[in-house]
């Protein structure tokens, strides 16, 4: 049944429902963040080893490739520093893309 087929009175009562449908929705949305203000601290330790890992493993790699490049074939540009840069870089995409994960889990729950 369309809006317009409504009484006056049935209108209200829908608008009402709706109204608190709306406001149930929030409050539950309100409990579980008070709930997860206990985790805070697990969830930011949780996250600061994972955007410290994702970051430094690449740049470790980079970095021991770039040694061996600039070993093994010398060249007058610096291999470390070049791949050194794109470890680093490849590390922060890395890191975005768990947080952001991470982040989108918690807005989904």
Known sequence: MSDEQLTPGERRRKQAED???????????RIKGKNMQDQTVWFGLGMFGIVGWSVAVPSLIGTAVGIWIDQTWP???????????????????????????????????
Not at 19 to 29: G, I, S
Not at 80 to 98: E, F, K, P, Q, R
């Open 75 to 109: 060249s007058r540009f610096s291999w470390t520093l070049m791949l050194l840069i794109l470890g680093v870089s490849l590390g922060c995409l890395n890191a975005w893309y768990w947080v952001k994960k991470a982040r989108d889990n918690i807005i989904k729950d």
């Open 19 to 29: 109204f608190t449908r709306k406001v149930c929705v929030k409050e539950q949305r």
